[in-house]
């Protein structure tokens, strides 16, 4: 099966930088995702790695060693916006193409 | 943009109370998926299908079924619901195809939130 592993909760302020982790073992990966889930609201696609190193996306961005199993998402000047869920998800090759394990998330609180 | 949508957004059941869950897609995706998110659990999958007529087991697939009989549509049911499958419901729809890795983000609903008491 598959073992995904990240904090329950982080607490950061206004302005600065946080990193949320994530472990995961599996077979055949092929794919990991980050998702973003305000509360009582949809999750929603932020990034994708699938080769090692790191994508940008404004003030986001993701980072994977396949080696290591090990994946961060890094958010730059945080906002108040930014409180919400983050769910790292892992997508396996040879499983149906799309399926994805999600980890349990982790709750970001953005304080002034 | 209508994208994922899910009907009901709440509903209140009664233990043994049969109920279905829809969910309908715009976006012409042959795969959609089935999810229970519970506190501390994170996004469990009950059943998922790659396309119009056939469906497969998730993760948690027991006291629910499903049915696929339109490419839009997908159709969560509990024939006889329990407290235990009190949660938030998420349907989810993605594209199919090797290439681009795009095309295989998954689009999430904006959930139902169903009590059984």
């Known amino acids: 099966g598959q073992n995904i592993d990240q904090p329950t909760e982080m607490t950061a302020t206004e302005g600065a930088i946080v990193q949320i982790n994530c472990t995961y073992q599996?077979?055949?990966?092929?794919?990991l995702f980050w998702y973003q889930q305000h509360a009582g609201e949809a999750p929603t696609f932020l990034s994708y790695?699938?080769?090692?190193g790191l994508e940008e996306k404004g003030r986001f961005s993701s980072f994977l060693s396949r080696s290591k199993g090990y994946s961060y998402l890094l958010l730059k000047e945080l906002q108040m916006k930014d409180s919400a869920s983050y769910l790292c998800a892992v997508r396996n090759r040879g499983s149906t193409l799309g399926r994805l394990y999600f980890g349990r998330g982790t709750q970001l609180t953005v304080w002034p | 943009n209508a994208g994922v949508t899910q009907t009901p957004k709440f509903r209140v059941l009664k233990t043994g109370q049969s109920m279905t869950l829809l969910c309908a897609q715009d976006?012409?995706?042959?795969?959609m998926y089935w999810y229970r998110q519970d506190p501390g659990m994170g996004l469990r999958l009950i059943h998922y299908s790659v396309g119009e007529g056939t469906t497969a087991k998730g993760e948690v697939p027991d006291g629910y079924n499903v049915s696929r009989l339109k490419k839009q549509n997908f159709l969560l049911g509990l024939e006889s619901a329990a407290p235990s499958q009190t949660s938030v419901y998420f349907c989810?729809?993605?594209?199919?195809?090797?290439?681009?890795?795009?095309?295989?983000?998954?689009?999430f609903g904006a959930g139902t939130r169903l009590s059984v008491l």
């Open positions: 599996t077979s055949g990966f092929n794919g």
């Open positions: 989810a729809s993605s594209p199919t195809g090797e290439g681009a890795v795009a095309k295989n983000i998954q689009y």
């Open positions: 790695n699938v080769l090692d």
């Open positions: 976006m012409n995706h042959e795969y």
